[in-house]
């Protein structure tokens, strides 16, 4: 059986060049979770979350600002100026933002000697899907992987779904931080004003239908609204133009001014708990419910086996969910032993983030920097963080094997290979499929016409295109 070629595509993210074969490869994948460093030198002089609501504040203001400057009277023609150069100041903070950490994320997948768990990084940051598309979240982004998802990807699902759920990236993205309670001390002074201001349940159906039980899992329109009522409360410190509504600072906050009152029944359960703690709750019962360990084996098996995963490894991955209490490690050591996720190779097909990773591993490529990045991405059709909706990007070969998607694939391999000509592909090919490269990819490459050419040929080869 092709372990090595496996371990090296399917949990990781390919072969690194200068790296020396693996024996035991499912041994190594188990010693990535000891050494995997959640906050690595790449990733630290990036700005965090506080740092980017400051920002994002006083972009705010300046939006605000410009909307009052825009009037007839030619003595504020000056200072509407200035605020028209704050506001692009500000805007270009928030992009450079982002492009730092597209980058950083491209470096540190390319670099890492922990790919498997970086590949699961990457799993769950799409599970839990946020959208640079909305102006609110693009710097938050990076932010939002780094600091919710990163530290709590080797523990408990419970710590990871609070942490993202209560990122401001999160509350922005699904609007969170604009629900009101209807029965909430504001709720009742802005319903005595006649202003029409409350509940907002995008974040609460998110969490029911793809952060956790799943859809068709059991749960009503009922159970969205009272998740809702309870997830009232949570939103984003530091942004706010009102006084009452900016709270202690940048960050998340739970505003009890806008929380409805009351104890809530979802899924059969009641809640009495008051305040913050009252969602919670909520998501703690969510985070080991039979449904949500059958989800999230689902997803996972379908990641790392076949578009069409086998019963028998979700069966295996859900109780072990189930008997840990949600430990993802343990989840991830059933994955490691189970024998459907090291059968067929390939059975996979890489997307375009994944093959572009790929593709500079094994050419030992590492300076794929922020802008270089980002539009790279976009260019193949899987923009960093940009997945369209909550649901994140699809995880199955219909969705990337395209004839224009694989086109736009073989020009960037023409321009790697290019800017590669000393790379020879016959020594990198081996290594990256060990086992397993077939005579048609090994032919082809003895018979370019070029290094180059042999280069460009075997980054479109299958075994590139698939893990």
């Not at 990871?160 to 990236?169: D, N, T």
């Not at 000509?421 to 060990?434: H, I, K, M, N, Q």
């Amino acid at each position: 059986m092709p372990e090595a070629a496996i371990a090296l595509n399917r949990f990781g993210l390919g072969f690194r060049a200068g790296d020396p074969p693996q024996t035991d490869v499912r041994r190594g994948l188990l010693q990535q979770l000891d050494r995997f460093d959640p906050a690595p030198p790449l990733l630290r002089g990036l700005a965090a979350t506080p740092t980017v609501i400051t920002q994002l504040a006083q972009y705010q203001q300046s939006r605000r600002d410009m909307r009052k400057a825009n009037q007839p009277d030619p003595d504020a023609r000056s200072a509407g100026d200035a605020k028209r150069a704050n506001d692009g100041n500000a805007r270009q903070d928030l992009r450079q933002n982002y492009v730092a950490a597209v980058g950083a994320r491209a470096q540190l997948a390319i670099a890492t000697d922990t790919p498997f768990v970086e590949r699961l990084v990457h799993f769950w940051s799409n599970h839990f899907a946020v959208s640079a598309d909305k102006a609110a979240v693009l710097s938050l982004a990076g932010p939002f992987e780094n600091e919710a998802i990163r530290p709590h990807v080797l523990g408990k699902f419970s710590d990871v779904l609070a942490a993202v759920e209560q990122h401001p990236a999160m509350l922005l993205y699904l609007d969170q931080a604009q629900s009101i309670g209807p029965n909430s001390a504001l709720g009742l002074r802005a319903g005595q004003r006649g202003k029409d201001r409350g509940l907002n349940e995008n974040l609460a159906r998110e969490i029911l239908e793809l952060h956790t039980l799943g859809v068709r899992s059991g749960y009503s329109q009922a159970d969205v609204t009272e998740l809702a009522r309870a997830l009232t409360g949570w939103t984003v410190g530091g942004l706010s133009a009102q006084p009452r509504l900016r709270g202690p600072g940048p960050g998340f906050w739970f505003a009890d001014i806008l929380h409805e009152p009351g104890q809530r029944t979802i899924m059969g359960r009641r809640y009495a708990q008051a305040g913050q703690a009252q969602a919670r709750a909520v998501l703690d019962d969510l985070a080991v419910h039979p449904s949500t360990a059958r989800h999230i084996a689902t997803k996972l098996a379908r990641h790392f086996c076949t578009d069409e995963p086998p019963v028998s490894l979700v069966t295996r991955l859900e109780q072990a969910f189930l008997r840990s209490g949600g430990d993802l490690s343990a989840v991830y050591l059933a994955l490691i032993e189970s024998g459907e996720p090291w059968g067929r190779f390939p059975a996979k097909f890489r997307t375009p983030w994944d093959w572009t990773i790929a593709a500079l591993r094994v050419a030992g490529q590492r300076d794929f920097l922020g802008n270089r990045a980002a539009s790279v991405l976009q260019q193949l059709g899987q923009a960093i963080w940009r997945p369209g909706s909550p649901a994140g990007f699809d995880d199955i070969t219909a969705s990337w094997a395209g004839p224009d998607a694989l086109y736009r694939r073989v020009e960037l391999a023409e321009r790697l290979a290019d800017r590669l000509g000393a790379l020879d592909a016959r020594v990198v090919s081996e290594p990256a499929f060990p086992g397993t490269l077939s005579a048609a990819t090994r032919q082809a490459i003895a018979r370019a016409e070029s290094g180059s050419q042999a280069l460009a040929l075997f980054l479109v080869s299958p075994e590139m295109l698939r893990r």
